[in-house]
């Protein structure tokens, strides 16, 4: 049982566009919602986070949106570089992120 | 400062051998996580651990034993190896305030 689904799984976006990744959970237990960026060939690395009590955080161009009710969190990358190509990954946890459930994943292309 | 150490990087085993993917970090968290990486799955939880002495199963622990002697490692150990375990590994060690994860570089491992 996926708990965590993420949509799309693959996605190709021209430089200087937005690329919009979603997930939806059902654990009402989750209380942490990261997203990790991975390289080929590298680990996950944490891009940005967000908690349920806030319905949007932005770090430069990255924006988490979260909506509780619905229980979906979406990424979204303002002005896409072709050095975001990588996989991004949602997730989500009861308290600390030692026991993080993943989405499955959304490769990025950014086109020139 | 090298964050978090996963050896081996690659590796091939003959079903039923057993072996130990290594992990270390030197931040001083005390929390530690395991997790397998297939396509199209996402990353999923193998086992934990909050401290040490103290670990606890994932989402998928069947074929895998942890032990946390110290707080700087935290080895997977699989009994008897089998196709099914073939994956990419990855080792994430979690910092104090329990919300940031650093992963490691990986072990590419095969089962043949």
């Known amino acids: 049982q996926q708990q965590v689904k993420q949509s799309p799984q693959s996605l190709i976006v021209q430089k200087g566009g937005i690329s919009i990744i979603n997930c939806a959970y059902e654990?009402?237990?989750?209380?942490?919602f990261p997203w990790y960026q991975q390289f080929p060939g590298k680990g996950p690395a944490l891009l940005i986070a967000i908690r349920p009590d806030v319905s949007e955080k932005k770090e430069g161009r990255f924006t988490i949106s979260f909506n509780k009710s619905a229980k979906q969190f979406s990424l979204h990358i303002m002005d896409s570089q072709p050095g975001d190509s990588a996989t991004y990954f949602c997730?989500?946890?009861?308290?600390?992120?030692?026991?993080?459930?993943f989405g499955t994943g959304t490769r990025l292309q950014v086109t020139l | 400062n090298a964050g978090v150490t996963q050896t081996p990087k690659f590796q091939v085993l003959k079903t039923g051998q057993s072996m130990t993917l290594q992990c270390a970090q030197d931040m001083n968290h005390e929390y530690m996580s395991w997790y397998r990486q297939d396509p199209g799955m996402g990353l999923r939880l193998i086992h934990y651990?909050?401290?040490?002495?103290?670990?606890d199963q994932g989402e998928v622990p069947n074929g895998y034993n942890v032990s946390r002697s110290t707080t700087e490692d935290f080895p997977l150990r699989l009994l008897s190896a089998a196709p099914s375990q073939t994956s990419v590994y990855f080792c994430?060690?979690?910092?104090?305030?329990?919300?940031?994860?650093?992963f490691g570089q990986g072990t590419r491992l095969t089962v043949v």
């Open positions: 654990n009402t237990a989750f209380d942490y």
């Open positions: 651990s909050v401290g040490a002495g103290i670990t």
């Open positions: 994430a060690s979690i910092n104090p305030s329990g919300r940031r994860a650093f």
């Open positions: 997730a989500a946890s009861p308290g600390t992120a030692s026991k993080l459930t």
